[in-house]
């Protein structure tokens, strides 16, 4: 049924039937909210299927005025190419106003990494456990890293995680990724030790404390774990063995893509690990792995 709001309308469509997740659709609906707001005080327009693209270009321009980076703004166009063309479909709108409007060009940022010897040093015995007050927290952060780091999976991925998607005698692990793309990712045999000691100790939880109990990794609450609670102990922790100024969970991802194709992994298996939809996401890897080379080469060869 459709409503009198494009808006709602639209991001009805993304959450029923293309099943984007929650951090998604607050996404498009930040930018569509602003560009509304922007059309509403600057062209005194009503609709969000209204403006055409002198003022789609207009808004883009004061954006790169403003301090809006080229990733965002792109983000943002993004966000507006695929509200058109969902209302274009629908017949909502007679012509697509995103046609004649171009993208900013941006420099191509590569992924940030951890060094494997500074991998190493988080991954010594008991590092993690001796810093966490609580025993249970030690081993729940640990597996946190562990498993970012040794799977490759997006933090949504993780935290979402199911007892039931680990396979311990299989050794793997079965991931929900973005459009709800399953995929099949080994893991080694201590992190399967890993996750069979901590089991263990999640079994002290009582199951009246479990909302969810079917999710692998909780908090010694019983709850799910928060998004903020897995970023802020990877940023301790890496912080501890790194100076590289991003320390998120993804950097982990980043790190697991980058020490693979340095070992000499195939692109196409890493792309499939990673769960990308196309190879060009993966690629940007190989720069990482081209400058590792030509240090080898400086540093090795007698007349470089």
């Given at each position: 049924?459709?409503?009198?709001?494009?808006?709602?309308?639209?991001?009805?469509?993304?959450?029923?039937?293309?099943?984007?997740?929650?951090h998604?659709?607050?996404?498009?609906?930040?930018?569509?909210?602003?560009f509304?707001?922007?059309?509403?005080?600057?062209?005194?327009?009503?609709?969000?299927?209204?403006?055409?693209?002198?003022?789609?270009?207009?808004w883009?321009?004061?954006?790169?005025?403003?301090?809006?980076?080229?990733?965002?703004?792109?983000?943002?166009?993004?966000?507006?190419?695929t509200?058109?063309?969902?209302?274009?479909?629908?017949?909502?709108?007679?012509?697509?106003?995103?046609?004649?409007?171009?993208?900013p060009?941006?420099?191509?940022?590569?992924?940030?990494f951890?060094d494997?010897?500074?991998?190493?040093?988080?991954?010594?015995?008991?590092?993690i456990?001796?810093?966490?007050?609580?025993?249970?927290?030690?081993?729940?952060?640990?597996?946190?890293?562990?498993?970012?780091?040794?799977?490759?999976?997006?933090?949504?991925?993780?935290?979402?995680?199911?007892?039931e998607?680990?396979?311990?005698?299989?050794?793997?692990?079965?991931?929900?990724?973005k459009?709800?793309?399953?995929r099949?990712?080994?893991?080694?045999?201590?992190?399967?030790?890993?996750?069979?000691?901590y089991?263990?100790?999640?079994?002290?939880?009582?199951?009246?404390?479990?909302?969810e109990?079917?999710?692998?990794?909780?908090?010694k609450?019983?709850?799910k774990?928060?998004?903020?609670?897995?970023?802020?102990?990877?940023?301790?922790?890496?912080?501890?063995?790194?100076?590289?100024?991003?320390?998120?969970?993804?950097?982990?991802?980043?790190?697991?893509?980058?020490?693979?194709?340095?070992?000499?992994?195939?692109?196409?298996?890493?792309?499939?690990?990673?769960?990308?939809?196309?190879?060009?996401?993966?690629?940007?890897?190989?720069?990482?792995?081209?400058?590792?080379?030509?240090?080898?080469?400086?540093?090795?060869?007698?007349?470089?």
């Open positions: 049924m459709v409503s009198a709001d494009p808006l709602d309308d639209f991001l009805n469509y993304l959450a029923h039937e293309k099943r984007y997740s929650p998604t659709l607050t996404a498009y609906r930040t930018d569509l909210i602003e509304r707001d922007y059309i509403a005080v600057q062209y005194q327009l009503d609709s969000l299927t209204d403006p055409n693209f002198q003022i789609i270009r207009s883009i321009a004061a954006l790169m005025d403003g301090e809006t980076t080229p990733r965002s703004i792109n983000r943002k166009i993004s966000s507006l190419r509200f058109f063309r969902f209302h274009l479909r629908e017949g909502r709108i007679k012509a697509n106003p995103m046609l004649k409007v171009q993208s060009k941006m420099s191509k940022r590569l992924p940030v951890v494997e010897k500074h991998m190493d040093t988080l991954h010594s015995a008991g590092m456990e001796e810093s966490e007050t609580d025993p249970y927290d030690g081993m729940l952060v640990r597996l946190i890293i562990e498993m970012l780091y040794g799977t490759g999976m997006r933090l949504a991925e993780l935290v979402n995680l199911k007892t998607d680990v396979n311990l005698s299989g050794g793997t692990v079965k991931v929900l990724g459009r709800n793309k399953e099949i990712i080994p893991i080694t045999a201590e992190l399967k030790q890993l996750i069979r000691s089991i263990t100790v999640r079994q002290q939880i009582p199951s009246e404390n479990m909302p109990p079917e999710i692998l990794l909780l908090r609450n019983g709850k774990l928060g998004r903020s609670f897995v970023y802020g102990r990877v940023n301790y922790y890496l912080s501890q063995v790194t100076t590289i100024d991003k320390k998120s969970p993804h950097v982990l991802r980043h790190t697991f893509a980058t020490h693979m194709l340095n070992n000499g992994a195939d692109l196409n298996a890493i792309k499939e690990l990673l769960g990308h939809a196309n190879l060009s996401a993966t690629q940007v890897y190989t720069h990482n792995t081209v400058d590792k080379l030509k240090a080898i080469y400086h540093k090795a060869h007698p007349r470089a």
